[in-house]
């Protein structure tokens, strides 16, 4: 089974503290993801990228910065914390979508991390 | 840009009746197309998607959904809910080019026994 594990389940931080949220996959897939989720908001798309060292903006970049040094590591990067970036942050990954053989066409998600800045 | 509308945010529905949830996509080319479920307190699993071929799909847990292009629409349906139906459902759009993956608001459904 695709696991996607995020390395905090609850973080609680200050106002201008940088935070990692880390996030590994064990199913050597290409493309992984950063979504914030808010109460009627949905999933939004914070960064995503297809390949290692190589990201996309999503829609909601603004606050955040990622980095993917290896394929099965994404790490999302708040580098000075605000009040209204308290939400939940969700991982997740897939193979490439187009390949009409992988396996994997569909995003596996990890647990979440909630985060709470105060 | 890519963008995905569910207009319902919140539907209710008796146990044994049918469903029929929204989703409406802005994308120019064949989308990828996924439907996902979130229970309280857990994580999103998907229900079904759509990559190409057959414009019905069936998916899990008796849930089905039909790709319209004309209509740039893919709605989920179940003929009859059950209470553990009761969730919080996600369209989603994915673009051919590339693997940008777009959620919608999501909607609400609650099951009244």
């Known amino acids: 089974d695709v696991k996607v594990t995020q390395s905090s389940r609850y973080l609680v931080k200050r106002t201008g503290e940088k935070v990692f949220l880390e996030c590994v996959q064990d199913m050597d897939h290409e493309n992984m993801f950063w979504y914030r989720q808010d109460p009627g908001l949905g999933l939004r798309l914070i960064y995503f990228s297809y390949d290692v060292k190589m990201k996309e903006k999503g829609d909601i970049p603004e606050g955040y910065s990622v980095s993917r040094e290896k394929k099965e590591r994404f790490s999302l990067i708040l580098e000075s914390a605000s009040t209204n970036q308290t939400s939940m942050y969700l991982c997740a990954s897939s193979g490439f979508l187009a390949k009409p053989s992988s396996r994997d066409r569909e995003l596996f998600f990890g647990e979440g991390s909630r985060l709470t800045v105060l | 840009a890519q963008s995905v509308t569910q207009p319902d945010i919140h539907i209710t529905v008796s146990e044994g009746a049918s469903l029929e949830l929204r989703c409406n996509y802005s994308y120019g080319a064949t989308p990828y197309l996924f439907w996902y479920v979130q229970s309280p307190g857990q994580g999103l699993q998907l229900l079904l998607k759509y990559f190409s071929g057959d414009t019905l799909v069936q998916g899990i847990k008796g849930f089905e959904a039909e790709f319209k292009r004309s209509q740039s629409s893919f709605n989920l349906r179940k003929p009859s809910v059950h209470w553990s139906d009761a969730a919080e459902y996600f369209c989603?759009?994915?673009?051919?080019?590339?693997?940008?993956?777009?959620f919608g608001p999501g909607t609400s459904l609650s099951v009244i026994p």
């Open positions: 989603a759009v994915g673009q051919t080019s590339y693997d940008k993956v777009i």
